[in-house]
């Protein structure tokens, strides 16, 4: 079966830097357009980076200059280098396989309802 295994999450002080990681298996990982979302409490799960099959990249505008997605594909991990955080980065951070056949502009804005597969969340706490 599908599986997005997340790592990398937890506390940091404002300006501070991590890196979450999403290994996937029990589908074709080259075929999918991958994402990072997250959801603060009381919010709704907002795309926050995404790859597509040719490794164009979308970010929110919240994070651009501060966050860079990538992947290695012979490893099937998703990866998300989060510099500079601040408190309003604090949420849940999942790594979503959006969809095939998708491109990284469609994938990010994609309601949760709507992706296919979903990892179980690591969390990110920036305090100031």
């Known amino acids: 079966q599908v599986q997005l295994v997340e790592s990398g999450g937890g506390s940091v002080q404002a300006g501070g830097s991590l890196r979450l990681s999403c290994a996937a298996s029990?589908?074709?990982?080259?075929?999918?357009?991958m994402g990072w979302f997250r959801q603060a409490p009381g919010k709704e799960r907002e795309g926050v980076a995404t790859?597509?099959?040719?490794?164009?990249?979308s970010y929110v505008d919240s994070v651009k200059g501060r966050f860079t997605i990538s992947q290695d594909n012979a490893k099937n991990t998703l990866y998300l280098q989060m510099n500079s955080l601040k408190p309003e980065d604090t949420a849940m951070y999942y790594c979503?396989?959006?969809?095939?056949?998708?491109?990284?502009?469609?994938?990010?804005?994609?309601?949760?309802?709507?992706?296919?597969?979903w990892g179980q969340g690591t969390q990110v706490t920036v305090s100031s």
């Open positions: 029990g589908y074709t990982y080259s075929s999918y357009c």
């Open positions: 979503a396989a959006v969809g095939p056949r998708m491109t990284a502009i469609q994938a990010l804005g994609v309601k949760a309802p709507f992706v296919d597969y």
């Open positions: 790859i597509d099959r040719d490794g164009s990249t």
